[in-house]
């Protein structure tokens, strides 16, 4: 039984879920769950995050159906949370509150694909490697890769990236315009398909990151890349994590445009070669890859590797196989389970801040001291050519006190971040997780996102309880 | 006197820009001016759209006197209009219901350049041009540049763009963080320095591109670039405006990664040999830019000649000399100049549509024809590597009809980039020229927007009248 009926508040929110329940029942019969396991799955929050289950799920085929649907859970101010995967890291799909999730992984359509116009229009449960596959023979492919073969729909809300990102942006560069349906229950758009336009207020980006507290998402229209002519990358080892970082940023600031640069401490590396089989030398390490034309991607190889020799790395061992290389990526892509892998059954506290790169070297070497200092094991890796990186906390779940120094130790990690005028997340997004966060990182402006958010969505039924707060 | 004297309503108006204006006298006796010459050229919008002058200018010197003014004017609900160099084309700054023009040239101070982190922090006074002579020697840039020598704010305010756009992208993409006093007096800060974030909404993004309408930006933290090891570029005439067109899909469809690729029509063209002293061939060409290194500039200069012979056009006369090449960038700079020195003493009607690439030589051939069968001069110019171009309708302002004639045709080319999935205004903004189009634009996001506007402007008193009606 979810929370949602504990309270005496809860009580009327019952009565309003029994309503949609039943509604939905008759229409939607065999696309409308209550059963605990499918709730439960729908509240696999991945983390330490306790799970919070929502009344029911509904999976939804489309647009007109969330619409009906959201009209229907506002008439009864019944909770929406919208759901592609459900591999997002911060609680974004617990139901504090109870009430509706909408499943839209049946609504997986590429809706057109404008390869002229480097554009593509797909509804929001396709996933990265079903969009890939499906442009496959295009020449263009869609770059950013969260590790998860996460829904596109998902990805936007949280404003996803992952290791391309250093290259090609996140979510935020490369969602061109969307389709919501928002609490009222209407359908919105919030741009044409140009590439550019000052026609009003930037709805899109308003929408992407808004991690379902604002509408759920029917339709992305995504910006493509051509798929490089030559790619070239491998891994580099570092005597110290400290001299990784200084690469990473000595490559940056050279303006060398490489399209991967992923840090991977000896922790992780220990990880990855058990878990995916691979034989990398245990030491702090940078995943790379380069983009370009043939003549492009040897130049860049060459002044990385200067960069790696200088500060006594090295060597870059290049593959051109792309067999070789695609395994590569999927250990780093695999991360999260490698590093979980070191302590079977416990749970894990996923951090990801991100600082300006000049901080990078600094903010990693302190969260390393922290680390030990704290007896805590974690596992860090990231993308460092963005200066965000992820220290995956394990957590003993029968020791609470483990969890509450886990814990001080991400806010301390995040207060260093603060301090060097970074963020408490660069890519996972807020969720349960952060939440407590956001006033020392806004200040006033968090004002500005509880006016938004109370003007969208009055009755505070769009994915209550992430980013800010209902009684905000 | 301002239209802001004229009805019942607007004698509250009245009285409280009185009070408004003696609060301020006593402070800052020599920084609030009420003479016309100032108000009117607080309102001197460069196109046909006639000017409404505020009630008074105040030259603003720090925030926190403009979170005091903000203050003052919410107390008294008198609209507040921020000023930066009044070269916006669509009649932001005009105050059709009177108010107070918030000038901020005196704010330009360069805060901080972090080279390392390619950002640098400024006030919104300063402007394009004085930003890049100071960065000179630090081998960074920044790149957008709108035709004039506007402030940073004012292009932040706009979401403006230019000829750099098609590789650098907009003001959207270049603009990492901002400061903003809002309507209550309270300064915000959008965002942190880091590179990416997913810690609540974008404010950011919100807040460009909102034309005064959401707050008065205090501060601007921008992306900078480095300055390309390599330039090449020059001019390229073309047999037809279509061939030229065609020319550009090409170039972007192949994935030349062109910094610049310009239309000038055979009009234009004229204007600029005469205005600019140029001695082009009167022809329709495109101006085109290429950065990278010696090797790839050269490929890109080569793979566009290969497009350009194949369409009939060229050949690129290419210039290595930084001197021809500024002469060159000038008059395309100059162009909207030129364009209006075709016929002195008429205004200009600036259009602004943007289209996917796919449809620009569609869009501008028509635009063509209709400009000739509705007895227009126009010259067509355009960034139209963004899909995005610009044809100056020339009015004489004696001759009423031609007015009429001159927004039917921007009326009808409108429709005609809706059509095609296009946007009203690619870079100028909507400012009072662009709002009867909006919900032909968004529909129902248009909603979206007011309820946001309403939510963060309550009383209304920030750019009225601009993007979203008082009465909407």
Not at 28 to 45: K, V
Request: glycine share 10%.
């Amino acid at each position: 039984m979810s929370q949602a009926t504990e309270s005496v508040e809860d009580t009327t929110l019952s009565a309003g879920v029994d309503a949609v329940v039943s509604a939905l029942s008759v229409r939607y019969d065999n696309r409308l769950s209550t059963g605990e396991a499918i709730r439960a799955q729908h509240a696999n929050t991945l983390t330490w995050h306790p799970a919070k289950l929502p009344d029911a799920v509904f999976f939804a085929e489309t647009a007109e159906e969330i619409g009906e649907v959201v009209r229907l859970c506002a008439a009864h101010k019944v909770p929406i949370i919208a759901f592609g995967t459900g591999t997002s890291l911060e609680g974004h799909i617990n139901a504090p509150r109870g009430g509706l999730s909408i499943d839209v992984s049946k609504m997986n359509n590429i809706v057109e694909v404008n390869a002229e116009d480097l554009t593509c229009t797909v509804e929001p449960g396709v996933t990265r490697k079903q969009l890939n596959d499906y442009l496959r023979d295009t020449g263009l492919f869609f770059p950013i890769d969260p590790g998860a073969d996460a829904s596109l729909g998902g990805m936007a809300a949280t404003r996803a990236s992952g290791t391309n990102a250093v290259r090609y942006g996140t979510m935020r560069d490369n969602v061109l315009s969307l389709k919501a349906v928002m609490p009222d229950g209407r359908e919105i758009r919030t741009a044409r398909r140009a590439k550019k336009t000052s026609a009003g207020y930037d709805l899109t980006h308003l929408m992407v990151g808004s991690e379902g507290t604002l509408g759920v998402f029917t339709e992305l229209t995504l910006k493509l890349s051509g798929i490089p002519e030559s790619i070239a990358g491998g891994v580099c080892p570092f005597p110290t994590i400290e001299a990784a970082c200084n690469a990473t940023i000595l490559t940056i600031q050279m303006g060398i445009p490489v399209a991967r640069i992923e840090l991977v401490d000896e922790l992780q590396v220990e990880a990855c070669n058990s878990y995916s089989k691979l034989d990398l030398k245990v030491a702090p390490t940078l995943f790379l890859e380069f983009h370009g034309t043939d003549a492009s991607t040897a130049e860049q190889v060459a002044l990385f590797g200067d960069i790696a020799a200088e500060l006594g790395g090295g060597p870059l061992e290049a593959s051109a196989d792309p067999e070789a290389r695609s395994r590569l990526w999927q250990a780093r892509h695999d991360a999260y389970w490698s590093g979980r892998s070191l302590r079977p059954g416990w749970e894990a506290f996923a951090t990801d801040v991100c600082v300006p790169i000049s901080r990078l070297a600094e903010c990693v070497t302190a969260a390393k001291e922290d680390l030990e200092a704290s007896d805590l094991v974690g596992p860090i890796l990231g993308h460092v050519g963005d200066g965000n990186f992820h220290v995956t906390v394990l957590v003993d779940p029968d020791d609470p006190d483990m969890l509450s120094r886990a814990k001080a130790f991400s806010g301390r990690l995040i207060e260093r971040a603060l301090a060097m005028d970074g963020t408490c997340t660069g890519e996972h997004g807020v969720g349960e997780g952060k939440i407590i966060y956001l006033e020392s990182e806004h200040g006033p402006a968090l004002d500005v996102m509880r006016a938004v958010k109370r003007a969208i969505d009055p009755d505070g039924i769009m994915n209550p309880g992430k980013i800010v707060l209902d009684n905000d």
